[in-house]
């Protein structure tokens, strides 16, 4: 393989990347971190398998990665390359996305059922490559196969390069922030039972930090997320809004959250006193502990249920759209009809941010701008999961370019045969 001859040196130990994170990696999965040139190679093995939970008073068995929830966060640095055996140890078919990590030239692990490749099977494997280039900050990971991603999915945490910095003061502690919701019935039979009404689905029973209901749901007191802090320290917070239905609003009482990153790159900063996140986004937010020794409530509220979903007719809220296998410039937006002659004009073509994820408007328009330069199949759809199923989705085909740099590279052997 191609590492072996330009080979520097081989480490099998995490604790000198790592150790704050090194016994958790060694009881959830095995490092194998090899050096080119300041890039790592980084093994790991997620087992996609059931295990009980308890959350507002009733247990369920969900869907879980190495029985985890939130599943585990992967940490790597800019331009790593992650090999993930994924097994299926559960009962219905999976396949897994690595959400904003744009694989050049090899959409064979980029994960949607049925775009990219077939699901794996109940006690199947699949060894997918995850090619990380130009990805900085909070990404994150799931399921992309029915609704199995309302319980599978976690962080990926892309540090920069060995010897480099971050473009602002470095943070003292980060903390991945992973917001969801919890049904109390079985996450499979909502969707089926949805699907098969053709209406919308029944509506989550809590929103959850870290897998968490907040203190107010019934038996989630003892068990809340509780975020201990010193006063005068700057802590970055990771947000993953891995909701399946529901854009969020997230703040902190008595203190302004700076935005300093979206969808892994790097944005302006913008200091708020709250932040708005749709499903399938990422944002990594500077929080001083500026204030009085006290306690203070995070809270996070949806904002598409408080427009009635059930009123919902796809046209209500806005849509956030996910294009796969890039990331691109959010240039503009608007309301009504795009108006070719007159709203290009209002494009911003001096900083606009990179995202994978835009948001449209309601009954508007956004347009983004990428160059077509990663061959594949790249999935492109709605991140509201209720929206997706009913079909909001299409694929770019990008063909390959001159050259053979420009060309897909091979698929592997292992693809999961249909
Ligand atoms: C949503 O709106 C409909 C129609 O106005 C109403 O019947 C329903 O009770 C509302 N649902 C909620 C949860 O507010
Ligand atoms: C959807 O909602 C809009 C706004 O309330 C309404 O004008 C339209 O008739 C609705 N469409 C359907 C198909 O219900
Ligand atoms: C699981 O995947 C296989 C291979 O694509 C397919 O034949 C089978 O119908 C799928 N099963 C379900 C329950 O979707």
């Known amino acids: 393989m191609w590492f072996c001859n330009r080979m520097i040196f081989l480490q099998i130990l995490c604790c000198l990347l790592f ?69 299926n140890k559960g009962k219905y078919n999976i396949s897994i996305h690595w959400h904003g990590v744009k694989q050049p030239r090899y959409p064979w692990s980029d994960g949607p059922s049925y775009i990219t490749q077939c699901p794996i099977k109940p006690g199947g494997k699949f060894k997918q490559k995850l090619i990380l280039s130009m990805e900085l900050g909070t990404l994150w990971w799931h399921a992309h196969s029915d609704w199995s991603r309302a319980t599978v999915h976690g962080a990926i945490i892309i540090y920069p390069k060995d010897g480099d910095t971050y473009p602002f003061h470095k943070p003292d502690v980060e903390v991945p922030i992973i917001l969801g919701e919890w049904w109390k019935k079985d996450v499979m039979k909502v969707y089926n039972e949805f699907l098969k009404t053709g209406g919308t689905p029944k509506d989550s029973d809590a929103i959850t930090i870290n897998g968490q209901p907040g203190d107010l749901y019934p038996c989630s007191l003892s068990e809340t997320l509780k975020l201990p802090v010193e006063q005068g320290k700057t802590y970055l917070l990771r947000f993953v809004n891995a909701a399946m239905n529901i854009i969020l609003f997230f703040s902190i009482a008595k203190h302004d959250l700076t935005v300093l990153g979206m969808d892994g790159s790097y944005t302006k900063p913008l200091t708020r006193d709250y932040i708005a996140i749709s499903p399938g986004q990422t944002m990594d937010c500077l929080l001083h502990t500026n204030q009085n020794p006290g306690h203070y409530y995070m809270a996070a509220r949806a904002y598409s249920r408080a427009v009635n979903v059930s009123f919902d007719n796809t046209t209500r809220i806005d849509h956030p759209i996910h294009l796969h296998g890039y990331s691109f410039y959010a240039v503009g937006y608007g309301s009504g009809n795009f108006d070719i002659d007159k709203d290009p004009l209002k494009y911003n073509l ?31 759809h709605c991140h509201l999961e209720r929206h997706l199923s009913w079909g909001m989705e299409t694929v770019f085909i990008v063909k390959n370019g001159k050259g053979p740099e420009a060309h897909m590279l091979p698929p592997p052997p292992d693809m999961p045969p249909c």
């Open 19 to 87: 150790d704050a994170l090194c016994s958790q990696a060694f009881s959830h999965y095995s490092f194998v971190i090899i050096n080119v040139m300041h890039s790592y190679m980084i093994l790991l093995h997620l087992q996609v398998k059931e295990a009980p939970y308890t959350r507002l008073c009733s247990t369920k068995n969900i869907l879980t990665v190495n029985g985890e929830f939130p599943g585990p966060t992967i940490r790597a640095r800019k331009g790593d390359t992650i090999y993930v055996n994924v097994y």
């Open 350 to 380: 001096f900083d606009p941010p990179m995202l994978n994820t835009v948001y449209v408007p309601i009954i508007g328009w956004a347009t983004i701008r990428f160059r077509a330069n990663n061959p594949g199949v790249w999935f492109l």
